[in-house]
């Protein structure tokens, strides 16, 4: 496993390797925060996690930014499917996403059960201590301003 020495590690890892052991033909899973930095990473050898990071914070960020300007809201989890497998970003709160990497052979039914509870407790982790009362969370992780709207998005013309 790969790690980012000021996260809390030991704890984010924990949950890598539980998802590991629970969740049938699971390739990999990577944190990374909001902004694409490897936070902790379970990967085979021949995957590298700093790759797997910043792409799937640009896959997220895109992914909010399209919801946001189809007048969507609450923008959970992103599914990738493609000949070789699934991937799936999960927002893990306003500071990081989780993404799990899957063989053909897994039912995204189950990775979804054992992923998305397992986002929630990392975003837990990842969120300060302190959290400025302008900014409060939503269900899917994503930080609204304190009226409840979200932050601006820019809009596509």
């Known amino acids: 496993m790969h790690s980012h020495p000021e996260s809390p590690s030991s ?12 969740v049938p033909h699971l390739v990999g899973a990577v944190v990374a ?26 896959q997220l960020s895109l992914s909010l930014t399209f919801v ?7 923008l959970h989890e992103v599914t990738i499917d493609s000949g070789g497998g699934h991937v799936v970003v999960y ?7 989780l ?7 897994a039912v995204l ?4 059960l054992e992923a998305r509870p397992a986002a929630r407790a990392i975003a837990n982790l990842l969120t300060p201590a302190f959290v400025p009362a302008e900014v409060m969370m939503t269900g899917s992780g994503f930080a609204l301003t304190s009226n409840g709207s979200r932050p601006e998005v820019p809009k596509i013309h």
């Open 11 to 22: 704890d984010i890892e924990a949950h890598l390797s539980g998802l590991r052991q629970r």
């Open 33 to 58: 925060s909001s902004d694409g930095l490897l936070i902790a990473a379970d990967l085979p050898e021949t995957i590298e996690p700093t790759g797997i990071a910043a792409l799937a914070a640009a």
């Open 91 to 97: 927002a893990a709160g306003p500071a990081g996403l």
């Open 68 to 74: 946001a300007t189809t007048h969507g809201s609450n």
């Open 99 to 105: 993404t799990v990497l899957t063989d053909t052979d």
């Open 109 to 112: 039914g189950r990775v979804h």
